[in-house]
């Protein structure tokens, strides 16, 4: 069974960071593009970030760009999202994706992320 597995989520004040990660642990991440996506109740979920296979590109939605870095690590499996300057809106679950030509993407189960005075 395919698993990726978002750790890195918890509660920050407003201007804090906090630093998800992703591991893939059945397949390996190196051929896919990965992104994080977020949902709060009630909305659609969001694509916030994605990172070609390579790491050679990067893309962020306009509500992130500037205060989020995604990156990965091939040789840990692993793909990260850095978050600072983090406000409020940022208060969401936050999702691992993963997605190769040809085949259907993996999802995550998520990680909450609260941003709470």
């Known amino acids: 069974q395919v698993q990726l597995v978002e750790s890195g989520g918890g509660l920050v004040q407003p201007g804090g960071s906090l630093r998800l990660s992703c591991a893939a642990s059945?397949?390996?991440?190196?051929?896919?593009?990965m992104s994080w996506y977020r949902q709060t109740p009630g909305k659609e979920r969001e694509l916030v970030a994605t990172?070609?296979?390579?790491?050679?590109?990067?893309n962020y939605a306009d509500s992130v760009n500037g205060r989020f870095i995604i990156s990965r690590d091939n040789s840990k499996n692993t793909v990260y999202l850095q978050m600072n300057s983090l406000k409020p809106e940022d208060t969401a679950v936050y999702y691992c994706?993963?997605?190769?030509?040809?085949?259907?993407?993996?999802w995550g189960k998520g990680t909450l992320v609260t941003v709470s005075s």
């Open positions: 059945t397949f390996f991440i190196s051929r896919y593009a």
């Open positions: 994706y993963a997605k190769k030509l040809g085949n259907s993407p993996y």
């Open positions: 990172i070609t296979s390579a790491g050679s590109s990067t």
